[in-house]
Structures are given as C-alpha cells and as structure tokens.
C-alpha cells in the first residue's frame, strides 16, 4: 500500500514537472510577444503616442481578465474534481464543459460591448478611442480560450496549451511588428490583435478537436455556474482593477510621458503575472486533490509551493536596482532610462504577488473565495486611494508604490487567513526573510 501510495506521489511529481515545464515555455512565449511589441514601438514612435499605446492596453488589459468572470481557477478545480470522483464520469464532465462554454461566450460578448464603452469615457483622444473599439472584439473568443485552456490543463494536457500558444504569440508578434514597421497608425495595430485573437481559438479547436467533449448542454449546470459567479466575479473585476488603477490613474492624472514611462517599466510585471498564473494553474489540480482526499497535508503542500516562487521574486527585486537602468535604456532607449526607479518599486511588488497566487488557490480548493473577493477589495481600495495620493506628485514612481501597498495589502489578508485555517501553512519565516534581506539592500543603495 505504501509503495503504492510512493508511486503515485512520484508520478504527481513527475506529471507535475512537465506541465509545469510546458506552461513556462507558454509563459516566455507570451513574455517574447509583449516585451518586443513594446520595444518597437518605444523605438519607432514618440512617447506621447507609447503613451495612448499604454492607455489602450491598460483597457483591454482590465477587461480580458475580466472577460473569464474569475473562473480559472474554479474550472480547473472543477473539471478535475468531476474527474477524479464523478461516478457517472463522462456525462456530467461534458454537460458542465458545455455549459461553461455558453457561459464564457456570452461573457465575451458583453465584456467587447463594455470595453468599447469604457475606451470612449476615460480618454478624450480618438486614437485611444477608435484603437480601444476596434481591440474589443478580441475579448468574444477569449473566454472559450480560457475554457479550452482549463480543460487541457485539468486532463494534464498542457503541452497542448503551450503549442496553442506558441502560434497565437508568433502571429501576434510578427504581425503588429510589420505593421508599425510599415508605419501603421494605432488603431490597425490593435486590429491585427483581435484578428490573431480569432486564429488563436481556430488552432485551440483544430488541436483539440479530438479530445473535445461532446456538446451536452445543461440548464443545471449553467445555473450552477451562474450561482457561483458573483464571488469569483467581483474577486476577478477587483483584481483587474488593481492591476490596471495605477496605469489608467496615471493617465488622468498625470502626463502620457509619465504613463509611457510606467508602460514600459510595468513591462517586466508581465513576466511575473504570467508565470505565476500558469504556475498557479498548474498546481491546482494537486491542490483540488490535498483539499478532497489529503486535508492534513494541504497546508504543507500549499507552503512548499509558495517558497518557490517567492525565492525567485525576492532573487529578482534584489537584482532590480543593480541592473534596472542599464537593461530600460538597451531596450527601450534612453528617454526610458528614468524609470529605473518605477521597475525597481514594481519589483518589489511581485513578492506579496506571489503569495497571493499560491494563496489564492488555496481558498478556492477549501471554498473559502470570499476570503480572495475581500482582499481584492482592499486591494484595489488602497491602490486606488494611494495613487490618487502619489500620483499628481510622483508621476509613474506614485503609481508603482501604490501597486506595492496594494499586493502588500493583499498578502497579509490571504496569508493570514491559511495561517489560521489551514493546518501547516507556514510561510511567515520565508517572507521575513525576503522582507528583511529586501530592506537591508535598499537601505544600504538609498544611503549611496
């Protein structure tokens, strides 16, 4: 028995590993995408017109987080919880996909409609606003995207994923590169996004056609999903907004020149948001099972695979002030060089991120989300009220201290709550530590 019980873990392991693997390689694909887009454009055009660049991404940004409901993570768990231990197995996997699927459309229509809205009240530019309505209809297949991914993910597929997107990010790359290579306005730049949005759901369905469950609408199910949406909602739409207040409260408050620099300076959160989803993704699964089957031991679990990540945050915000200016002014030139400051505080701020992360799955696993929905209230509270404070006054570097405070916010809810509940969630001692070595190094740069 125990022998069986070693190899099962060693598979886990193994399994683990792979997907693991194969999301990261996802990740720096889409990493590549967005970092070279970003370059060409700081390269090729002013910085007033980055600027508007900045506003639409930050728009479409909010609203393609937006646009799943917060239902990743719920999916995942789900799909492989029915797995795991549904007795009728098949049928009830494929009307819950199923369901989802309607779900997730026509949430993707109505976050495009939104979108366009929203593009036409915070900006008075009609670039922003022409660029934001023809981006919008990116968001109608991004939910089945984010379903087919779940799915894939949940079956231990995530090769499959990381070859899907592997294409989607070659074409989004290529394309809008040659189009402001040619001199392209904007609003064709943003187009090409939605165009390649569209390709990317055709190689999800071509590549997947095989394994896709048999369309099994169920009213039950949908009701379910809607039961269940508000909590994870409203934790999704504070989220996005926590994500996005800095970046669109710079842009109201403060000059295109300041949002460019916190653009490209935020470039290098785009590493981290997307690593540590997949990473997130990836281990949820495991944490389904620790919370249905091994509750003693999903503590331990959930500490151990924070430690992780949070060894490689606090590895790269020691790095960031040593190496910050020189890697802005090779990439995005030198009228960039003065964000050194904002990356070096945005680094910072990917430590309680992490936390949050591995957090986060957690609760969702011990049907404790409303504890998440909370401390994405707070954050985006905080984020909101001390960008307004910092901004008008500190420009980008304002924007990036409010982020900070925000995770920071954050972490100490999520944290605390697990420490609590959760039997051998112990991740204090590794934060101190993070925390102390952090502060020693930026005292000992701040007093040079």
């Known amino acids: 028995m125990n022998g069986s019980h070693q190899t099962e873990e060693a598979f886990s392991t193994a399994q683990l590993s792979r997907s693991v693997g194969w999301m ?5 694909v889409n990493i590549a995408n967005s970092v070279a887009v970003w370059i060409f454009m700081a390269r090729m055009r ?6 508007r660049f900045a506003i639409v991404m930050g728009i ?33 996997l494929h009307k819950f996909i199923s369901s989802a699927a309607i779900f997730l459309l026509i949430s993707g229509v109505l976050s495009a409609v939104v979108m366009s809205v929203t593009g036409f009240a915070v900006s008075g530019s009609w670039e922003v606003r022409f660029s934001t309505l023809l ?37 989004r790359t290529v394309v809008p590169l040659g189009l402001i290579v040619a001199g392209f306005d904007m609003p064709a730049i943003c187009a090409s996004f939605a165009v390649v949005r569209f390709i990317a759901l055709s190689v999800y369905l071509v590549t997947a056609f095989r394994h896709l469950p048999m369309f099994q609408f169920s009213r039950f199910e949908f009701r379910r999903i809607l039961g269940i949406c508000p909590t994870f909602a409203g934790t999704t739409i504070f989220a996005s907004i926590n994500w996005q207040a800095s970046l669109l409260l710079l842009g109201y408050l403060s ?25 997130a993704s990836v281990i949820q699964p495991n944490v389904a099972r620790y919370a249905e089957q091994i509750k003693a031991q999903l503590g331990s679990y959930l ?11 606090t590895l790269a915000a020691l790095s960031s002030p040593f190496f910050s200016r020189q890697i802005l002014t090779v990439m995005f030139g030198p009228g960039y060089e003065t964000a050194a400051s904002t990356l070096d505080i945005l680094a910072l701020s990917m430590i309680p991120f992490c936390l949050v992360m591995v957090s986060a799955s957690g609760l969702v696993a011990t049907g404790s989300q409303r504890v998440d929905l909370f401390a994405n209230i707070l954050g985006a509270i905080v984020c909101i009220v001390t960008g307004v404070i910092l901004i008008p006054g500190y420009g980008a570097v304002g924007a990036a201290a409010a982020q900070l405070f925000s995770f920071l916010s954050m972490a100490l809810v999520e944290a605390t709550y697990l420490s609590r509940n959760v039997v051998g ?5 590794t934060a101190s530590v993070s925390s102390a070595s952090l502060i020693l190094v930026y005292m000992i740069l701040w007093n040079h």
Not at 140 to 161: D, H, K, M, N
Not at 257 to 271: C, D, H, M, N, Q
């Open 46 to 51: 002013d910085v007033d017109e980055v600027g």
């Open 24 to 28: 990261t390689w996802s990740g720096l």
């Open 135 to 171: 981006l919008s209809p990116a968001l109608i297949p991004t939910g089945l995207v984010i379903l087919l991914e779940a799915t894939a993910i949940s079956f231990g597929r995530a090769r499959l994923v990381a070859k899907a997107t592997t294409v989607e990010n070659v074409l």
């Open 255 to 279: 000059s295109e020149s300041e949002t460019a620099k916190y653009g490209a300076a935020s470039r290098f959160l785009v590493p981290a948001s997307i690593l540590m989803a997949s990473y």
């Open 425 to 429: 969630f112990r991740i204090w001692r």
């Open 303 to 313: 500490a151990r695979t924070a430690r992780i990540p949070l060894f490689v945050a």
């Open 60 to 92: 479409y940004a909010l609203f393609n987080t937006i646009v799943s409901l917060g239902l990743v993570t719920y999916l995942i768990n789900e799909i492989s919880r029915r797995r795991a231990t549904s007795l009728d197995g098949k049928d009830s």
